[in-house]
């Protein structure tokens, strides 16, 4: 049986590897670009996996002073979808990195899910 001692240092040292790859996972996400749209196309937002946005891109034909609220809509839209893929992309290197930790499926820890 190992001591409290070498079961503390156990403890220790996962802690400090489970740190070390989450803050590689948070790199990495915001690394990781998806586009999201709306209007076929006609508006489009690019975010980092991590939800921060990178740039938003309006096609001329929108650029009537009468559609402004169709624009308007069309943005939030393109937002909305590139959040969606986002947090898809963030869930999908989630679960990889928890199993690649070799943690069961579901299995939460603090800042994980």
């Not at 790199?27 to 690019?46: H, M, N, P, Q, Y």
């Not at 975010?47 to 096609?59: F, M, N, T, Y």
């Not at 009468?66 to 869930?91: C, G, T, Y």
């Amino acid at each position: 049986m190992k001591s409290m001692e070498e079961m503390m240092a156990a403890a220790q040292k996962a802690a400090e590897t489970i740190s070390k790859q989450m803050n590689e996972m948070q790199v990495k996400l915001d690394a990781i670009e998806v586009e999201g749209s709306a209007g076929g196309g006609l508006v489009k937002v690019r975010a980092s996996a991590k939800g921060r946005i990178l740039g938003v891109s309006i096609d001329d034909s929108l650029m009537v002073p009468d559609d402004k609220q169709i624009l308007e809509d069309l943005v939030a839209a393109a937002f909305n979808d590139a959040r969606d893929r986002a947090d898809r992309v963030s869930e999908q290197q989630m679960r990889e990195m928890q199993g690649s930790m070799g943690l069961p499926p579901g299995f939460n820890l603090p800042g994980l899910g």
